[in-house]
């Protein structure tokens, strides 16, 4: 994004001033007189009604802001890329038939290292992994379990079960460990490739592969915390263990969208306050501008609870592009205004003359960037649709913010100035 903006910023200042220097443009169309549009009548309305009750127009934007924060603290997280789909899709189906009938379709590695050559032909070592396993099988929390298990343990049973004439007595580990090495051995020369996918060659390092059932990863790490202590027990100081896999990158993931989110929403704030305070040449005026930059995204959080919309990968985007919008039309909104207030003394009269000319700008701007984003609303995945009409949610909000609360805003801070003003001479 940032090069992109670059380079239309390039073409804008170079490309774009060519091409109206050679297009004939009619002056008398554009000083023909003309009715007055609707947009032009509302963004009149706005900045009468803001110039006539600046202090209700405040009171309101702040009632909304202090209302979507309340809702906005009871908002979900959530990592389901599964429910991103349509329901019937062919991939929640054969998801849901995965979670049912097979364990599931995600997956947690138990990598147990011994640290020495052969060590995982140890019988003790297999028995321990064998408890481990039924004990794993036994854990659930909350809306997930475990649903099964595959290790060497498995391979060592059923080889030992095939030399004893399939007899299901005979479906244990051994204790000899020299019989452990010699099923396989046997076991690897059969022609399976399995072996090789659980086991290092030197027979130092294997693996437990832990399905569980592919669903929201919000509620992965509750069993993340039960099962890694029990591994570490139960193993004990027959090997190290470490688990790793798509479980427990996709249970940080969780925890991660939430840091991230915190530490870029307040980074992007400070530095575009800074940034408005060095534009504007006024610290006063910069942090005023403020306001209507974090209000759009306050009230899209609120939002996002009532329509019971999740806090996820994707509407996690949604800030930080709408606060780069705002910010644009609080630029422009308040150099707009300061200019007209330096040139005629009069904050009624900057803030007509600032909705007349930049406010028109904002409007069609607004107007066709939620267009834009509103065209997600065809798209069937549930995580396009609601990015989209977020998005364009709190651009519109962020519009009406810039047209009824910096008015209001700069009418107060305009009238104080040049009482203030009076009163020094």
């Not at 019989?179 to 030197?202: P, R």
């Amino acid at each position: 994004p940032p090069l992109g903006i670059a380079n239309t910023l390039f073409a804008t200042l170079t490309l774009l001033p060519a091409l109206v220097a050679i297009t004939p443009i009619k002056l008398d169309k554009i000083q023909r007189p003309h009715n007055e549009r609707i947009n032009q009548r509302i963004l009149k309305f706005c900045a009468e009604l803001a110039i006539r009750n600046p202090w209700k127009v405040i009171a309101v934007w702040t009632l909304l802001v202090a209302v979507s924060i309340t809702s906005a603290l009871q908002m979900s997280v959530s990592h389901a890329p599964i429910k991103w789909f349509p329901e019937g899709h062919p991939l929640r189906v054969a998801n849901q038939m995965l979670n049912e009938n097979l364990g599931g379709s995600m997956f947690m590695e138990v990598l147990i290292d011994t640290g020495k050559e052969n060590g995982v032909q140890d019988p003790e070592l297999l028995q321990r992994m064998d408890a481990l396993s039924q004990a794993m099988i036994q854990v659930t929390t909350p809306n997930i379990h475990v649903g099964k298990i595959t290790s060497i343990v498995d391979i060592v049973k059923e080889t030992n079960q095939a030399l004893h004439g399939n007899d299901p007595a005979y479906y244990t580990i051994p204790d000899d460990r020299a019989l452990v090495a010699q099923e396989l051995l046997l076991f690897e020369n059969s022609g399976s490739d399995d072996l090789k996918q659980i086991v290092d060659t030197q027979f130092s390092k294997t693996r437990m592969t832990v399905k569980i059932p592919f669903i929201d990863a919000v509620y992965y790490p509750p069993l993340q915390d039960k099962l890694e202590p029990m591994m570490r027990d139960m193993i004990g100081d027959k090997a190290t263990v470490s688990s790793t896999g798509l479980l427990v990158m996709t249970a940080k993931t969780i925890y991660n969208l939430i840091i991230s989110m915190i530490n870029s929403y307040m980074l992007s704030i400070t530095l575009i306050s800074l940034l408005m305070m060095l534009f504007l040449g006024s610290v006063r005026v910069g942090l005023l501008s403020m306001f209507s930059n974090i209000t759009p995204i306050a009230i899209t959080l609120g939002f996002m609870v009532l329509m019971k919309v999740p806090l996820d990968a994707f509407t996690l985007l949604i800030g930080s592009i709408a606060l780069g919008l705002a910010v644009d039309d609080t630029i422009h909104f308040m150099n707009n205004f300061i200019r007209y207030f330096n040139r005629y003394q009069d904050p009624e009269r900057a803030i007509r003359e600032t909705m007349a000319t930049t406010g028109e700008a904002m409007w069609f701007t607004s107007l066709t960037l939620s267009i834009g984003f509103l065209i997600y609303l065809f798209a069937d995945m549930t995580n396009l649709y609601n990015f989209g009409l977020l998005t364009a949610f709190c651009i519109t909000t962020a519009l009406l913010a810039d047209i009824l609360m910096n008015p209001a805003i700069m009418v107060i801070y305009g009238r104080r100035k040049l009482r203030r003003h009076e009163a020094f001479q």
